[in-house]
């Protein structure tokens, strides 16, 4: 079959099996958007900023477990993909980029639109490749996916300059089935002898943790991770990607740790005579400072990246390989050993948890005239009945949402942690409703973020993906107002608009239907008439109480132990706006 | 401490962009760092003079590895090896100091590979400190140039970094 450039480029695409690609058109890219224009097979998603597509594509990939696939233009598009790219890059999520460049012979000369893509990504990619030979397009595709989705998985580029695409020139066509490459070989099972080691340890232990990451998700090892840990009968708590991989609702889950974590996870990692972190990275918002944390514990960790091990934190015994070969090793290890865990150590542990779980520290005023922003989420989790795919932009509602909704299945919390991207939530909603038509999908948002890629409702009404936004609108940038307040001496800076939209007369010029909701007792009724609308997007614009802050809060600089937990009497903001 | 890391990497352009991006961002020390084809044309060797922690050489390393393009690599401090770096020099000459100079370059096994008639180009190899040593000896005012490439190393004995 012989195939000219651009045809190639959508026959790989399709060979590799993907089905939807998120893009924008533009001068370099032409000659792959009249090949795209010539077959059926290959859906193409328009957006309205580049920034989105890249979020759409990450999401359908969170979601899904497949690879996400952007298609841009050079110059001005692929820069507008660096932020989504750098999103992905950060939650180690598979994507492959496709940007257009100018023409080979012009590269270099500052041509119109050109920008070295291959420099700017460099730094936020698994991989990148600059395609020189329309001979080498198909194999070079092959390897893209190949390294995005193996080993620790991540956003490759493909950087297509124009010439390698020109519709006359036709070369012999076939998509390779597999592809080695000496230079990349991820290591896969874990050394025998160390998983023996982990065991012994792990089964001696008197006050266990169980931490576990993104990596258990996008290892696809949830249900090795649940098996191995009602095995153990030992606590277990997720990171912010981790969250679904272990169900919340089973009650040896503690919650999410970390900076905005449950005391009883926090507590229990810092008093932990033995830590086994599976698929997580020590992420400077998981462990706080670093010189108080887990004084008291030998560290086993398990990750597919070597890079990740003993990075900040110093471990025990480490492990390299996928999550999920690994756990299964440990589980027939754990049953086939002689020694168990010892009762009643055990038993003491979880009195000891059970102490700190009284606490109660995700409690908040339910007696508020006011809309809680926790009791939304409580509600959303209830009207979706815990089973909502949920995305999230960035800032107090994604901490909301990561503690009260309770997430018991893997791939169904969609939102940027590692990079914390602004913006993400709403392309991220309409790239999960394209790969699930028939769940419920929502977009937990504040005012702030939603405005970052408000744009692309046009695209959830061209391509009709009903997503449900809930907009927890406390007219200010929460997280940072909640940081002035407790390190700013509640100076204020620029953590607020003094012009905020109408929502929602600006669903509606969007074609969607708008929602304006401000006392307590009207948010169930709307959630559940939003959720009816089964092919509309809605955006409820939900007026909360916007002296509300996250707690338990660890302060930066601080260890697990030194949690800053709500002031039953209201926070000095409280009083300051009464 | 100071370790010299040496890599075998695919000889594929934005190869050293990546191991030179890779130092910056993340905040590594490089000393020296140099590049060349090896004599499988489809992979270069490049030598890497570092310091740090134990910690950050280690990360350095993995990080390193972690790279698309990098096919292998040794720390060769972690074992015996023999380290060169080859200088070109150049200093200025007067009728009264060529004798004197060519003899400091003899004991140091330089070789004066060009003259004219104010002055000499050096050619010397050799471990790094040598080539400090000889620079020391000459009169600081009398070097016009100095150029080095920067320290190379091998493994001794039988072991090598090769497919």
């Known amino acids: ?578 | 401490m100071r370790h010299i890391i040496s890599i075998l990497i695919e000889n594929e352009s934005g190869a050293l962009s990546r191991v030179a991006g890779l130092f910056s961002a993340r905040g590594y020390n490089i000393e020296s760092l140099t590049v060349a084809p090896t004599e499988d044309e489809s992979l270069s060797r490049m030598t890497i003079v570092t310091c740090g922690s134990e910690e950050i050489i280690e990360q350095i390393t993995k990080q390193l590895n972690k790279l698309i393009d990098v096919v292998k690599l040794i720390d060769l401090a972690g074992a015996p090896h023999v380290e060169r770096e080859l200088m070109l020099l150049k200093v200025r000459t007067t009728d009264q100091d060529r004798g004197e100079i060519k003899r400091i370059a003899d004991i140091f096994r330089g070789r004066i590979i060009d003259v004219t008639s104010t002055t000499y180009v050096i050619e010397m190899t050799g471990p790094s400190d040598k080539l400090d040593a000889f620079i020391d000896a000459l009169d600081k005012d009398k070097i016009i140039e100095v150029v080095r490439s920067g320290p190379t190393g091998i493994s001794r004995g039988e072991k090598g970094l090769h497919l």
């Not at chain 1, 893009?23 to 290959?42: K, N, R, T």
């Not at chain 1, 001696?204 to 095995?231: F, H, K, N, W």
């Not at chain 1, 009709?464 to 927890?472: A, C, F, Q, S, W």
């Open chain 1, 1 to 578: 079959m012989e195939l000219n450039g651009a045809q190639i480029v959508v026959q790989s695409l399709i060979d590799e099996g993907v089905e939807y690609i998120f893009g924008y058109p533009g001068g370099a890219v032409l000659h792959l958007y009249d090949a795209i224009f010539q077959q059926q097979e290959l859906k193409h998603i328009l957006v309205r900023h580049e920034q989105g597509a890249t979020h759409a594509a990450d999401a359908y990939a969170r979601a899904t477990g497949k690879p996400g696939v952007v298609l841009v233009t050079s110059g001005p598009g692929a820069t507008n993909a660096i932020t989504g790219i750098a999103t992905a890059y950060m939650d180690s999520i598979p994507m492959v980029v496709i940007s257009g460049q100018v023409p080979s012979p012009v590269i270099g000369s500052d041509a119109f639109q050109e920008v070295d893509m291959i420099g700017i990504s460099r730094p936020c990619v698994k991989h990148n490749f600059l395609v020189k030979d329309v001979t080498k397009i198909a194999e070079t595709m092959k390897k893209a996916f190949h390294v995005a989705m193996t080993g620790r998985p991540g956003p490759v580029v493909i950087d297509v300059p124009k010439d390698i695409t020109d519709p006359r020139i036709k070369v012999p066509y076939k998509y390779p089935r597999k592809v080695t490459m000496r230079s990349y070989n991820p290591a896969v099972m874990g050394h025998k002898g160390q998983i023996k080691k982990a065991v012994e340890l792990l089964l001696s232990a008197q006050r266990p943790m169980i931490y576990s990451g993104g990596g258990v998700i996008l290892g696809e090892a949830s249900d090795e991770l649940t098996e191995m840990t009602r095995l153990l009968g030992y606590p277990i708590t997720n990171t912010l990607m981790g969250l679904g991989a272990f169900p919340a609702t089973d009650p040896q889950f503690v919650g999410m740790l970390g900076m905005h974590g449950t005391y009883e996870a926090n507590m229990g990692m810092h008093e932990s005579d033995v830590i086994l972190a599976v698929g997580a990275r020590f992420d400077d918002r998981v462990t706080g400072k670093l010189a108080e944390f887990c004084p008291h514990a030998r560290i086993i960790h398990i990750d597919v990246d070597p890079a990740s091990i003993s990075k900040t934190v110093r471990v025990d015994i480490p492990i390299v390989g996928q999550v999920k070969p690994v756990l299964e090793q440990m589980i027939e290890l754990i049953k086939d050993s002689k020694t168990k865990p010892s009762k009643k150590a055990l038993e003491a542990w979880w009195e000891q948890i059970d102490k700190w779980r009284s606490v109660k520290c995700l409690e908040y005023d339910r007696n508020s005239p006011l809309i809680k922003p926790q009791y939304v989420i409580e509600q959303l989790y209830e009207v979706t009945k815990g089973n909502a795919y949920v995305t999230s932009d960035v800032g107090q509602h994604q901490m909301y949402a990561a503690q009260y909704y309770h997430f018991d299945k893997p791939r169904r919390w969609i939102n940027s942690g590692g990079l914390g991207t602004m913006g993400f939530g709403l392309p991220a909603a309409i790239g999960v409703k394209l790969a699930f038509p028939d769940a419920d999908v929502a977009c937990v948002t504040g005012e702030a973020s939603i405005q970052m890629c408000i744009q692309e409702l046009s695209t959830a009404l061209q391509y009709k993906t009903p997503v449900k936004i809930v907009n927890l609108n406390n007219r200010y940038m929460g997280m940072v107002r909640q940081w002035q307040e407790f390190s700013y001496e509640s100076r204020y800076s620029h953590s607020y608009m003094d012009t905020i939209p109408d929502f929602v007369k600006l669903a509606e010029a969007y074609g969607h239907v708008g929602m304006y909701i401000d006392k307590p007792e009207d948010v169930r009724p709307a959630l559940e008439e939003a959720f009816a609308m089964k092919d509309r997007t809605v955006f409820m614009d939900i007026i909360t109480d916007r002296t509300e802050n996250v707690y338990p809060m660890i302060e930066s600089g601080k260890g697990h132990h030194d949690m800053k937990l709500r002031v039953a009497l209201g926070t000095p903001t409280d009083r300051e706006l009464a």
